[in-house]
Each structure stands twice: as structure tokens, then as C-alpha cells.
């Protein structure tokens, strides 16, 4: 049991079963910064800053999407009555680990709270940006039909 207002935390499937993590965030980017500036940042300040320290503890994959408002507007070219609202985020990271123990390891590097921590606030709106989790599945990779996730 639980301690009060403590929600039951549901056991996961064994990682070694074939199952990763896909942490997806959801950024926005700061106030008054334009959205070139932004990607600019993400792409070769942070990128650059933090990929190596992903693939210390065990990180699988990291993509960035950043949804500019040029590619949002192709959106225009998909709708239909099903799908009609367009999400208006600057950019889509996600981070695919094994272990959810792998990723809580990176935000505990002290080279992380040196030289990242701190480094959102320079071109994100933390407090408006949102992550979630889940499990990634993937069926078609480079063109062919494929059942499960792999790690290259």
C-alpha cells in the first residue's frame, strides 16, 4: 500500500524483454526569442553539450523536430475530418533508454548540473513546455516492415 497521497506506481515489464522507454518532450521556446535562434541553440549548443553524456548511461536514441512555423503550415495539406488541430510546440524531443533508472542517472552527473541544468532557461519556457512517457513501438523502419523496436 501506498503512503497517503502517494499514487500506486503500476510495475513495469522487464526492459530486457524488447520494451524502451520513449521520454517525449514538448518544447516551447522562450519568451521573445525567434524561432531560428531557438533551433539554432537546440541543434548546436545544446546537442552538442549533451549527447555525449546520453550515451554514457545508456541512451538509445535522441531525435529533435522542431515544428517552425514553415512546416507547421503544411499542415494544412494533411487535414481532414479526423485530424484538423495542429499542435503548436517549437519542438518535439525524445529520448529512448532501457531503464528509466538511466535517464535519472544523467540529471545526476554533477557534469549535468554544471553545465546543463541551468542551460534551459537560456532558450526554453520550462514552465510552459511538458514531457510525457511511454513505451516506443516501431513497425516500419528504413522503408520495410519491421516488428519491435531496435537499437542500432
Known sequence: ?????????????????GKYLCLTICGYRKPGMSEEAYRNHMVNVSAPMTK??????????WT??????ATRALMSQLFDAQMANVADFDCFSQVVFESIEDYK?????PWYKQHL???????????????TIGFIQE??????????????
Open 117 to 131: 541544468m541551468h542551460d534551459h532557461e537560456n532558450f526554453a519556457d520550462t514552465k510552459k513546455s511538458m514531457m
Open 105 to 109: 542517472r544523467i540529471k545526476q552527473d
Open 64 to 69: 529533435q523536430i522542431h515544428n517552425q512555423t
Open 139 to 152: 513497425f516500419v523502419r528504413d522503408g520495410e516492415v519491421v516488428d519491435g523496436f531496435k537499437t542500432c
Open 52 to 61: 555525449g553524456l546520453m550515451v554514457k548511461y545508456g541512451v538509445k536514441r
Open 1 to 17: 500500500m501506498s503512503a497517503v497521497n502517494e499514487p500506486d506506481i503500476p510495475v513495469l515489464p522487464n526492459p530486457t524483454e
